[in-house]
């Protein structure tokens, strides 16, 4: 095994160092033999900084040697999504229009991380400004399913996730606009939450749908991932958005789910594209539920069906107004012209990729005039009610169980539509719109893939316990392991 500390969880890691059974300065040696092994066939990260984590590392062991109270993920090696910003890094949002941009301030999420004391190993690759569910529209070239090289990770995250599958990191960060953790982390097999709108800080994130987007965290187990919300979550004064959060989202994970009514939604088991072995395994994980005590109730979500359409109006007129800023004067690919529109011209045109040139357009239209009036207006209304149908559905239920997405992973180049692509969110897109929060458990490998499948477990507005709970029970209950095969050298090496 490439990596020594790959099996261990977040408080084995912290117990190690604190007992001084090993230093935090081996463990970044460890995660950087294993990056330097393995991501060449991955290609998870965009960027590695040694010297960070080496610095992280020494004020740890300090600490340790001093006898001084340690900090919640002291020496937990971690890694960021290349659209959070960083000191000291580039952020290039997987774009070339950012290709050489290099960090002014440090992003919330990040900053709270490394107070919390991770070791900070680098930034990792994502669908270009997040505009995918694949992470192939990256400027920086694909990254690859550590299940099957020959397959997508999923996206828009999907470096944050093969980053875990493959034992490069124990906690990374993603963002999720629709779905862009619990894809990819169904895709890759290892847990991500996107929490309730509001729970951690998006200041210093670079925005996609600033509406929609939320930070969340990837980690082997529902633990670990409750342990990093606890250090992400709280009010911050840089964005008016966060809430005053005091959950300690650790504490209920061992409750079970006795007594508790759970939520499904049978018009999703009949979704387009839903496949017989999600299907079956989503029903073995109802049947999990009911066998561990819990109270399965048949909820509706009316609306529901809605929720992708809303989706690609709200979404896209947020990103032409978020990505305006890149205008190549300040910052950002430029190409040189005497004429200053002929340069905003060529060097977006030049910058930006065919997926990111897409939503700007579809944006552009639906904000014009005379077209505002007939699709973003209905969109936010359908988004009214689509918010009113989960908040009366728990009335009923303290969580609701769906697919986190339609099918296992696909195969590079088999879905190249963008309507079909669009699709692979079609369970993950309406909590976003509603700022719920979820999260994807693995809770089976494919009957006939032999592929990751995740259970998505979504929960009331700040009530993410709710959530953590549920997903603790089903991960008790099957056992999938999160560390794909390559960890262990048994995936091929596959270039596509």
Not at 33 to 51: G, K, V
Not at 342 to 366: C, H, N, P, V, W
Not at 407 to 433: C, H, Q, W
Not at 454 to 472: H, Y
Request: proline share 5%; net charge negative.
């Amino acid at each position: 095994m490439v990596n020594e500390f790959v099996a261990m969880s977040v408080a084995q890691i912290t117990s190690g160092i604190k007992s001084k059974d090993f230093s935090a300065r081996e463990v970044v040696e460890s995660s950087m033999r294993a990056i330097e092994a393995l991501d060449d066939s991955i290609h998870a990260f965009l960027q590695t900084t040694p010297e960070m984590a080496f610095e992280a590392a020494d004020r740890i062991d300090e600490k340790v040697a001093r006898g001084e109270e340690l900090p919640l993920l002291a020496g937990v090696p971690a890694a960021f999504k290349d659209n959070m910003n960083q000191l000291g890094t580039r952020t290039t949002c997987g774009s070339k229009m950012l290709a050489n941009y290099e960090s002014a301030f440090t992003a919330t999420c990040v900053s709270k991380m490394v107070d919390a004391g991770v070791l900070p190993l680098g930034k990792l690759n994502m669908d270009e400004f997040a505009f995918g569910s694949s992470t192939e529209t990256s400027y920086f070239g694909r990254t690859f399913n550590p299940w099957d090289l020959e397959r997508v990770p999923g996206g828009s995250s999907g470096g944050s996730a093969a980053a875990i599958a493959a034992g490069l990191a124990t906690l990374t960060l993603g963002s999720d606009t629709g779905g862009s953790i619990r894809q990819p982390a169904s895709f890759c097999g290892v847990v991500g939450m996107k929490p309730t709108y509001g729970v951690v800080s998006r200041y210093g994130v670079v925005a996609f749908g600033s509406s929609l987007d939320q930070v969340g965290p990837f980690g082997k187990s529902v633990e670990d991932v409750a342990y990093a919300l606890n250090a992400l979550k709280g009010r911050d004064p840089l964005d008016c958005t966060s809430q005053h959060i005091e959950t300690d989202f650790l504490a209920n994970l061992g409750q079970g789910v006795e007594g508790m009514p759970i939520g499904v939604v049978p018009e999703f088991m009949e979704a387009e594209g839903l496949t017989d072995e999600v299907k079956s395994a989503m029903a073995k994980a109802v049947e999990a539920l009911a066998e561990m005590g819990a109270e399965i109730i048949e909820v509706s979500l009316p609306n529901a069906h809605a929720s992708l359409s809303a989706y690609y109006v709200i979404g896209p007129c947020e990103a032409f107004s978020n990505l305006s800023r890149f205008d190549s004067v300040r910052y950002g690919n430029r190409v040189p012209s005497t004429e200053l529109g002929d340069q905003y011209e060529k060097s977006r045109a030049d910058g930006f990729g065919s997926e990111a040139k897409r939503r700007i357009m579809l944006g552009s239209y639906l904000l014009s005039s005379g077209v505002y009036d007939k699709y973003y207006y209905p969109a936010q209304q359908i988004r009214t009610l689509i918010t009113q149908d989960y908040r009366k559905a728990y009335e009923k239920v303290d969580a609701i169980i769906l697919p986190s997405s339609p099918r296992t992973a696909f195969k590079f180049g088999e879905v190249s539509d963008p309507m079909s692509m669009y699709l692979s969110d079609i369970f993950t897109i309406s909590l976003n719109i509603a700022g719920n929060g979820g999260l994807s458990q693995p809770i089976a490998l494919g009957s006939e893939t032999g592929l990751p499948i995740g259970a998505q477990i979504v929960g009331p507005q700040f009530k993410d316990e709710n959530t953590l709970r549920v997903a603790a029970a089903l991960e008790r209950y099957f056992g999938v392991s999160t560390l794909a095969p390559i960890v262990q050298g048994k995936s091929k090496e596959v270039r596509a």
